[in-house]
Each structure stands twice: as structure tokens, then as C-alpha cells.
């Protein structure tokens, strides 16, 4: 049984460039959590998707969208990047509940912005 | 809104010692759940143990128990009998119910250091 997996596994890119990181959930789960980690803090929530729609946003601008596919999986788009976009990205995937049970994570997508 | 704080940001032990990490958190939600989550140098963070906010019995999982405190808004972890593989960043979390899902908000982590 897979579980959740990121690609790419790290990025470079030059400031204001775009770029796309993808996402693809543990098997049988239907939502799609984005969080971004700077170095040494904990992970921000970005947004959620579940059946195709962003549910829940968290305070990041709009050059931040995402995109749910109909197989569940996720892309995270950010736009005109910045340095300061420079982070872990991180997926999380779960099932649309009430919040009772655990989100499981991918590896990551190391952003560096330059 | 919602906020978790860890105040210790790196702890470092012997082998064998037992390890106590803090979390205190605020939320004005009556039901929560609350998470700890491991993070090795590769990344994934790691689910370790979930704790609904009607539920403040503390318990045992194997090398791992936790003290949810109510009262006090705190939910502390700790890890019995240390091993080197324990060497991680640790970090505390906090999720509403209802339509919120399973959205988390982190605390900024506890780094554990484990020597030999």
C-alpha cells in the first residue's frame, strides 16, 4: 500500500518564476492537505482540497493556488516566486472527516527560490 | 484562532534517559483533537498518537505515553527509556472538529537528540 508521494523531491528555481509540486494521497484517501515549513519551524497550513474544491485556506497569498484531479491527486501551484517562498512543502492526506483521525504525510518538496 | 507553543526547542539526552516534551495550546473550540508528530531528517512526519479533547485519560503505548492536562491546556509526551532512533523533531499539533477537518495547526517543534 503506497503512501503519500511528492514530486519532485527538490526544486530550484529563480524569483519570479512559477512552479508546480504534485501530490499524490495514500490510497483510499480523499482529501489533500498542502502545509509549507520554513527552516526550523513548524509546518503552515496552506489550503485543503476534497472532492475538487479548496475547502479550507490558510493565510497565504493568492499567488498560492492547488488543484484536486478526480483520481484525488494534488497539485500546489505558487506564482511570482519570492525567496522567502524558500521551504519544505509538504502533503498530507486523510479522509473528510470530522477531524478525528490522523493525516499521514509525504516526504516533502524541498523549494529553494534564488 | 488557534495556537500551539512548544517552549523547549532542543532537548538532548543519554541513551536510556526519559524524555518529557511540552505542549501548550489554546483554542476556543469545546471539541478538539490533538496530535504528536515525529519528523527524521528525511522529512515525513510521522503520526505517533492522537487525543480527543473528551478524553483526558493518559495512557501507554509501548516506549511512548502522554499527559493531557485540560485544566491547564497542556499536552505533554514523553519517551521512556531514549534510543538513538528516537533523534527527530517533535512536534505538537491541534485540530478542530466539524467541517474544519483535518486541518493542523503546529507548534514549532521540539528537537531530540539522543546520544549513544
Known amino acids: 500500500d503506497a503512501g503519500v508521494t511528492q514530486s519532485p523531491t527538490h526544486l530550484i528555481k529563480t524569483r519570479g518564476q512559477q512552479v508546480t509540486l504534485r501530490c499524490s494521497p495514500k490510497?483510499?484517501?480523499?482529501?489533500v492537505s498542502w502545509y509549507q515549513q520554513a527552516l526550523g519551524q513548524g509546518p503552515q497550513f496552506i489550503f485543503q482540497?476534497?472532492?475538487?474544491?479548496?475547502?479550507q485556506r490558510g493565510n497565504f497569498p493568492d499567488r498560492f493556488s492547488g488543484h484536486q484531479f478526480p483520481n484525488y491527486s494534488s497539485e500546489l501551484n505558487v506564482n511570482a516566486l519570492l525567496l522567502g517562498d524558500s521551504a519544505l512543502y509538504l502533503c498530507?492526506?486523510?479522509?473528510?472527516?470530522?477531524?478525528?483521525?490522523?493525516?499521514?504525510f509525504g516526504q516533502g518538496t524541498r523549494l529553494t527560490v534564488v | 484562532a488557534q495556537k500551539v507553543t512548544q517552549a523547549q526547542t532542543e532537548i538532548s539526552v543519554v541513551e536510556k534517559e526519559d524524555v518529557t516534551l511540552d505542549c501548550v495550546y489554546e483554542?476556543?473550540?469545546?471539541?478538539?483533537?490533538l496530535f504528536w508528530y515525529k519528523q527524521p531528517p528525511s522529512g515525513e512526519l510521522v503520526f505517533l498518537i492522537r487525543?480527543?479533547?473528551?478524553?483526558?485519560q493518559n495512557e501507554i503505548s509501548g516506549r511512548y505515553s502522554w499527559n493531557f492536562q485540560k485544566s491547564t491546556s497542556s499536552f505533554n509526551f514523553t519517551i521512556t527509556a531514549s534510543q538513538v532512533v528516537d533523534s527527530a523533531v517533535y512536534f505538537c499539533?491541534?485540530?478542530?472538529?466539524?467541517?474544519?477537518?483535518?486541518?493542523?495547526?503546529f507548534g514549532g517543534g521540539t528537537r531530540v537528540l539522543v546520544k549513544p
Open positions: 483554542t476556543r473550540d469545546t471539541t478538539y483533537y
Open positions: 487525543r480527543n479533547s473528551f478524553d483526558e
Open positions: 482540497y476534497y472532492e475538487e474544491e479548496e475547502r
Open positions: 490510497s483510499g484517501h480523499d482529501t
Open positions: 498530507a492526506s486523510s479522509f473528510f472527516t470530522l477531524g478525528n483521525t490522523e493525516a499521514f
Open positions: 499539533a491541534l485540530s478542530e472538529a466539524g467541517a474544519a477537518g483535518n486541518k493542523l495547526t
